[in-house]
């Protein structure tokens, strides 16, 4: 059994959330795109947990982690994560931690190379994390990063690191006038923080493999939504790599397997961290109470989000992409508090209303086209069943499913585990 957890929209949906709850029926779960750019947020009855690089199924004794070929990974941040959820009481060992040999190694000059290029790109600026996620993902396709898998031959690495250097030194030194890259440094950074996950770094391909043929049930669960993908998103405003359902199993290195399921979790309003085209946005006042009630704050960044109403338009696209069987409709307890809630239904592009997500270039001059709906104004974070929900709730449950021709299985009513309705 194979499923993948994604994001409909702009990230930040609440999937560290779903994945937490939803692998109690899973072994394995597997993260295949992206690095320590974003950041889950998962509540459970062991505590609260800022997840960057682990997959959400951490927090779970029973279950085996995977970090596949197609994640940046940041070693030195890895590890302090790592060591921080130790703390806290994981367990992170072999035996649940598996990373893949094949997975690029994000550097503490991609680091510097992120900062360096928002800085110049000034008041254009796209809004990256500065977490060296572009750089590494460029180096990758340039065939000119470190691999995980080189970090078990470390009498290999100067040779290599020299030429690194000398290409960086090219950019870092020559372009940006920044201070020189060194091989030695290169070497030592590697040493010092490849050394102690050597134990963790094996073909994850061939685990997978041996464990689905074994009949084990295995998750995948992606950072960021559609919108946010390199490919189907509001590029440049995106992220470096494809957030999609269907990459899952390649960029998990199992591009032989194919997909069970496909569960999108939306939002049941909008939010959006950084620059680009955000159609259904608030402002003032409005923003602000959306804000604060759902608590929109980046977890990796801090950074204030964007907010608006529910997109039916973007989610629509977003479902599409993701090829979505069933939806988790995450946050409709932020919702209770409006006496009315609008919805964004369709976007006014040069006269015309269009229902349709268009090429992101045009969405600068689309404008939201907004309607109401009664809302239920009363707390709905103790309701377990569907008879629990007001009426009113019901009603934008059911609205949203026909807007966006989707199948909503699960609503998500507080960020506790147990703070859900099952709706089929
Ligand atoms: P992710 O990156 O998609 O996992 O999302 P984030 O962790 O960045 O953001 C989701 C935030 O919403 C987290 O702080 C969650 O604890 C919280 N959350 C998730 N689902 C719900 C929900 O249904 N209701 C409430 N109130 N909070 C939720």
């Given at each position: 059994m194979l499923t993948s957890i994604?994001?409909?929209?702009?990230?930040?949906?609440?999937?560290?959330?779903?994945?937490?709850?939803?692998?109690?029926?899973?072994d394995i779960v597997c993260r295949y795109q992206g690095g320590n750019n974003a950041g889950h947020t998962v509540i459970n009855e062991r505590g609260k947990f800022v997840l960057n690089l682990l997959p959400s199924g951490i927090l779970r004794e029973n279950v085996v982690n995977v970090l596949g070929l197609g994640m940046v990974i940041d070693i030195r941040h890895l590890t302090e994560e790592a060591n921080r959820l130790r703390a806290q009481g994981i367990k992170i060992t072999p035996e649940n931690l598996k990373i893949s040999d094949r997975a690029t190694i994000t550097m503490p000059y991609h680091v510097l190379l992120d900062c360096l290029e928002e800085d110049r790109l000034a008041g254009k600026k796209f809004g990256s994390t500065r977490r060296g996620i572009a750089p590494a993902y460029a180096d990758r396709y340039m065939k000119k990063?470190?691999?995980?898998?080189?970090?078990?031959?470390?009498d290999r690495m100067y040779e290599k690191a020299k030429d690194i250097a000398e290409w960086k030194n090219l950019t870092v030194a020559g372009g940006y006038r920044h201070a020189a890259v060194?091989?030695?440094?290169?070497?030592?950074?590697?040493?010092?923080?490849g050394e102690p996950l050597k134990d963790y770094i094996c073909d994850v391909g061939q685990y997978l493999n041996e464990a689905h043929a074994a009949g084990k049930k295995i998750m995948f669960e992606a950072q960021l939504g559609a919108l946010r993908d390199v490919d189907f998103g509001i590029l440049?405003?995106?992220?470096?790599?494809?957030?999609?359902?269907?990459y899952a199993p390649i960029g998990a290195g199992v591009p032989n397997l194919r997909l069970d399921k496909s569960i999108g979790i939306m939002k049941a309003y909008s939010s959006c961290v950084g620059e680009g085209p955000f159609t259904a946005e608030y402002f003032g006042e409005k923003a602000v109470k959306l804000r604060e009630l759902g608590g929109e704050y980046g977890a990796a960044t801090g950074r204030p989000r964007?907010?608006?109403?529910?997109?039916?338009?973007?989610?629509?696209y977003g479902i599409r992409c993701q090829a979505a069987d069933e939806i988790a409709l995450t946050k409709l307890d932020i919702l209770s508090g409006y006496e009315e809630i609008e919805i964004c239904t369709a976007y006014e592009l040069d006269g015309k209303v269009i229902r349709e997500f268009p090429y992101p270039d045009a969405l600068d001059r689309c404008k939201p086209v907004f309607e109401k709906v009664k809302g239920w104004n009363c707390d709905i974070s103790s309701c377990r069943k569907p008879s629990d929900l007001p009426k009113e709730a019901l009603g934008y449950i059911a609205l949203l499913e026909e807007l966006c021709a989707c199948n909503i299985v699960y609503v998500s009513v507080g960020a506790e585990r147990d703070a859900f309705v099952k709706m089929k």
């Open positions: 994604c994001g409909i929209n702009w990230g930040d949906e609440g999937k560290g959330r779903m994945v937490d709850l939803l692998s109690r029926d899973y990063a470190f691999r995980m898998g080189e970090l078990l031959d470390p060194t091989a030695e440094e290169i070497v030592e950074y590697l040493k010092t923080y440049p405003y995106t992220s470096s790599s494809s957030t999609i359902a269907a964007r907010v608006g109403p529910f997109d039916a338009v973007a989610s629509r």
